[in-house]
């Protein structure tokens, strides 16, 4: 009788990392091709029962399809032509905000001179030089930037195409899913779909009733303390926002920035007050009862895979690190082999069989 023959540990964890780096090197390598790919599967998930809802009344396919592209197309515009009409209201006065941080400069410079015995001209010199080098890297950075609004403008054009051929395609793409395993696992891949398709849902459902509560509360309180832009400031805060752990500690920078110009350093200090505490009835009321609910992931994973899919993919990886990690877990939590893993993206309940050892 002969002995099954078994790898080593260290040859299959070498072939494991292997693996890994290639395949996220893959993914880094072709971000332009993949990463509007997944935001077009996730719009198609969410805009998917309304195109079902059109057919059942009778409605072709085809032309439900277009028409709730148009409706999104119609949403989104609107709400990028409003912020647009603000971002020209703040760029008409940079002049004004240009002067006023010059005078503060030169107040800086005034009180850094009389404490610290250091002369104005030195202080005057070394902003000189800053100066340079800020305008040297920032023509550096102005080609790259052309093309980078050039490929972004391309991707908003392919995603609406995309999500018309995923959604006319549906059908097609989950029997090559069910294709892709024996029979016999059919009813584990109606879950993981069924539950990937409920999580997106509720999470991105989630997020945008969270983020308008987080816009009308931040906008409400800078108009409160009459900060310029107030609507702007509070949409743009709320936005990014939606990036876990980080997004608010960014989105308060800003309007602290624009009252400290525009007001004085105590309204600075007050916008950052409001700014806690908005946070704190977000972290403690809305993330766990609208958003966290949706979504069995734990503080820690959160905020590392925010970090990796930053460092993949930028800001897009960031928003789109929660959603991925919410589906691997669900595909995780049915496959024997990954439960464990499963759990360690969880928030620490048993599921699916799997029970800790504590002795």
């Known amino acids: 009788m002969t002995t ?7 040859v299959r964890a070498s072939l494991i990392s292997v693996g890994v780096f290639t395949f996220i090197s893959a993914l880094y390598i072709s971000q332009r091709i993949v990463v509007p790919l997944i935001y077009a599967i996730i719009i198609a998930i969410v805009l998917s029962p309304i ?10 396919r085809i032309v439900a399809i277009a028409l709730t592209i148009l409706i999104m197309i119609v949403v989104s515009v609107s709400i990028i032509a409003l912020l647009s009409s603000q971002i020209n209201m703040l760029s008409e006065s940079f002049p004004k905000l240009i002067t006023k941080f010059s005078q ?19 202080i005057n010199i070394w902003v000189d030089k800053i100066n340079g080098e800020l305008l040297d890297s920032c023509s550096l950075l102005i080609g790259p930037t052309l093309l980078n609004i050039g490929s972004v403008l391309v991707v908003l054009v392919l995603i609406p195409v995309y999500i018309f051929m995923i959604l006319f395609y549906q059908p097609l793409l989950i029997g090559f899913i069910h294709k892709l395993f024996s029979t016999n696992k059919s009813d584990d891949v109606d879950e993981v779909l069924i539950a990937t398709k409920r ?4 999470y991105l459902v989630g997020l945008l009733i969270e983020g308008s509560i987080i816009a009308t509360l931040n906008s409400t309180s800078l108009l409160i303390l009459g900060i310029d832009y107030a609507i702007l400031l509070g949409v743009i805060g709320a936005i990014l926002n939606v990036i876990p752990y980080i997004g608010g500690i960014i989105g308060v920078t800003l309007p602290m920035l624009i009252a400290f110009a525009t ?8 916008v950052f007050v409001f700014s806690i505490f908005i946070q704190f009835i977000d972290n403690h009321f ?6 966290a609910s949706k979504v069995q992931i734990n503080a820690l994973v959160s905020i590392i895979v ?10 897009p990886g960031m928003f789109l690190s929660i959603p ?14 990954l439960k464990p893993l499963g759990y360690l993206l969880g928030r620490g309940k048993y599921k699916n069989g799997l029970k800790p050892n504590i002795h």
Request: hydrophobic share 55%.
């Open 4 to 10: 099954p023959f078994k790898i080593p540990f260290y």
């Open 51 to 60: 195109v079902n809802l059109l057919v059942r009344h009778k409605i072709n």
């Open 104 to 122: 503060l400069l030169h107040q800086m410079e005034a009180w850094a001179s009389d404490n610290f015995n250091i002369s104005t001209l030195k």
């Open 199 to 202: 999580i997106i849902r509720s």
């Open 263 to 270: 007001k004085s350093f105590t309204y600075a200090i007050l």
């Open 286 to 291: 809305l993330i766990p009862k609208i958003v």
């Open 306 to 315: 925010v970090l990796a899919g930053g460092a993949l993919w930028g800001v």
């Open 324 to 337: 991925l990690t919410a589906i691997l877990k669900v595909i995780f939590d049915h496959v024997d082999g």
